[in-house]
């Protein structure tokens, strides 16, 4: 199939994907990411999404210059579905994303649409499509315990009674997306292949990452 904006879907791994690229967002699979759109190519963007099968890239750019049209990208990136959709008075777009698969960039695509198109490979994150079964080698108390390390030293407030009690793959997912890491540092947990090893990265991040001005003052809300 393909549709007005130029690209084809065929699943839920499409052949071309519409990115959005965006510093510090880190979207993982099952994880869920609000955003509020309201430049005018984005909102082409996702009108253009929910055409098809309402899905789109989030991507990191290498820098974060804002007054840059065209960043060079991040090579890796996740799909994310878009499983709420609310349009204000003002024009603007409030939706959430829900993760789907990672992907890596193989190339951009020539295209007369006002967003980027990219041709990602899915194959690199086949795991995604599936249940992780490294989270049994998961080492929850030792992520427990940099975890209220970590929170003293950011003073950063979780509910801890959800956290002690949520299967350990939506555990990392939030954690990993809702901890206000270095860009390069969401980076290395969204490459990370497997859940085992997204913790791990997790618990060094926490071990030894300072305090981040611009992010949150609570997790897992």
Not at 70 to 91: N, Q, W
Not at 106 to 125: G, H, K, N, Q
Not at 155 to 174: C, R
């Amino acid at each position: 199939m393909k549709t007005a904006a130029g690209f084809r879907y065929r699943s839920a791994t499409p052949e071309t994907l519409p990115v959005f690229p965006l510093t510090g967002a880190l979207l993982l699979p099952g994880g869920q990411l609000p955003l509020n759109i309201f430049e005018p190519r984005y909102l082409r963007m996702i009108d253009d999404a929910l055409a098809g099968p309402r899905l789109i890239g989030m991507i990191q750019p290498l820098d974060d210059e804002e007054n840059t049209l065209k960043p060079p990208l991040y090579e890796v990136g996740c799909a994310g579905r878009i499983t709420s959709f609310v349009e204000t008075d003002d024009g603007r777009y409030i939706l959430n994303l829900t993760g789907t698969r990672r992907f890596r960039l193989t190339e951009e695509l020539a295209s007369d649409t006002p967003y980027r198109l990219a041709r990602p490979d899915w194959s690199v994150f086949e795991i995604d499509a599936k249940k992780d079964p490294s989270g049994k080698d998961v080492d929850r108390d030792e992520l427990m315990a940099a975890l209220h390390k970590y929170l003293d030293a950011e003073q950063l407030q979780i509910e801890w009674e959800q956290a002690e009690s949520a299967p350990v793959d939506a555990l990392i997912v939030s954690l990993a997306m809702g901890c206000p890491f270095e860009a390069n540092e969401k980076q290395a947990l969204l490459e990370a292949p497997t859940l085992a090893e997204q913790a791990k990265c997790l618990i060094t991040l926490m071990k030894f990452s300072g305090a981040d001005e611009g992010g949150d003052d609570s997790l897992l809300q």
